[in-house]
């Protein structure tokens, strides 16, 4: 099987489905000409032509309109934005039109949209360019949310993305673009709403996406050391959310960590979390801890970036914790200890 | 045009007209919910431009369009059936006032965020143009919307890619309850289009003709050129923004004066001086309507609530 990276995986995900249904096309800023801010859209001009691989100016919010506009009457645009924080321009079409458009015209029309952005820390991007925002999505109906973590996944979910006839706000990661997997060359796809249970294990559950994934696989290498076996879930979607998957797997091992990348206030972990106490309650033999970045803006200082985000260390912290091993919490400081600073 | 077109576009204005007044009384007696904007003395602008359209164009409003909607061809039954929240409504009772749509006629909604049409309709143009088509999409939107981003990222758009929109702002003077000069730099609206390059008109939005031959001279080239225009008609809402609207803003001098410039009336005097028709055939004319319309509210009345069941239908496809 190739092995090819991550970028090259949406790449391959693309033109299969160009190739394949002369509806789509793929819009964005820089991913004709240029290549791709990400290089992700590399080769699409050449091969498909200026008509289905359109530069836009910088004009987030009538991007995604021409999106959800040209969905409307059928197209099957595959919208960049190039990374998720400029979405906030164009949430407005986004939210208040492409999520509500089937909805408020009595089913009369269907959104066939993916929006497909980076996201996320670790590359020193500064508060206005390290977002992880996958909640904000999650939070509205109409929406499917999908956050790929690695290349083969990557490739059949975006494929299922483009088919879906719905808007689907696709998650990409700026660390994951060059990291490498096994890809097939067939045509297959990773349905949405299907969770992916990496590593089997009957102590603790810990559920997780996107870039989270590979720290959370090495923190379970290392936890197994210590004769500590954790199961490890991908969730691959966050709307629709997998619940049956991870009722199941929390039924078994009574316990669970959520890790995110994004912010611990309303975001995607409560949302997990929430979900489980209605679904597994009286399976729970701990509380559910949430390892996810600290709940201040992205600062630009190397160290300081590192210790903002999840990592090994603070996952297998919060493993111990519900085990009742020595462990150092709080996982993380609340707004409420944070504002203290300033008093 | 011939008579019977003309006879047709006037008839369009006096069922809007008439429509729009009974859902603002349908409205005090509470069997509509929600905000209503109600069209009267904008009719001239929507018809204008709706009856010079072919069936496989675009229509796009914003929230004040069911005017534009039964321009559309959509029937008076299921835009009040809408209104009344009913199953039978053209959106199924889900969309309401702000939200009509028509997807077989063409008529894409009913918007409710200002400017929100506008991206909209740049994407359909993108659409037709991607399957090299010779559709053109009207888009409407008030002048309050020239003040938005989408404005001007869809104008912009629009002329770089010579995308066939023709965008038509309504330019009724008052966004919601502020005066134009108070809100905009550049209260010519014209004008802001102009520095996209786009190729505009300014035309009296209470002239139904005059709107025809606008809009007519505005698709034309559209279609042919694929590129977008912009048309800024010049009219007045006669009653206010919405329902609960005190209307302190404006002076009852002011609405007076454009009381007289009624679309209705000035047609109906055209069609009397140039003996298209009589008083006679105005009577039949008010008659007809007037019973469409109590057919529509019957209907609306009669439908069925949708069901708890419909409340969870088409979230996703």
Redesign the interface.
Known sequence: MPIMMYRQALNLAMREEMRRDPNV?VIGEEVAEYQGAYRVTEGLLQEFGE?RVVD??I?E??I????????????RPVVEMMTINFAILAL??IV??GAK????????????MVIRAPQGAGMQLGAQHSQNLESWFMHV??L?VVAASNPYDAKGLLKSAIRD??PVIFLEHEMLYTTKGEVPEDDYTVPLGVADVKREGRDVTIITYLRMVGPVMAAAEALAAEGIEVEVIDLRSLRPLDIETITDSVKKTHRAVVVEEDWPTCGAGAEIMARLQETAFDYFDAPIYRVSSEDVPMPYSKNLERSAIPDEAKIINAVKCTIGRECKLPIRRSTEDIMKLTD | MNKAELIGMYRQMVLIRKFEDQAGESYKLGKIGGFLHLYVGQEAVGVGFISALRPDDYVIGAYREHGQAIARGVSPRRVMAELYGKKTGVSSGKGGSMHMFDVERHFMGGHGIVGGGMPLAAGMGFAINYRDGDQVVVCFFGDGAVNEGAFHESLNIASLWGLPVIYVCENNLYGMGTAINRASAVPEVFRRAQCYDIDVESVDGMDLLAVRETADRAIRIARKEHRPRFVEATTYRFRGHSMADPGQYRTKEEIADYEKRDPIVKMRAYLIENGFFTDADVEAIDKEVDAEVADAVKFADESPEPSREDLFADVYA
């Open positions: 096309y008509k836009t100016p004009s919010e009538v995604a309109g021409i999106g959800v506009g040209s969905a409307m009457v059928g197209l407005d079409q208040n039109h458009l089937r909805y408020m015209s009595g089913g009369q029309l269907s959104i066939p109906p109409g499917k006839n719905n």
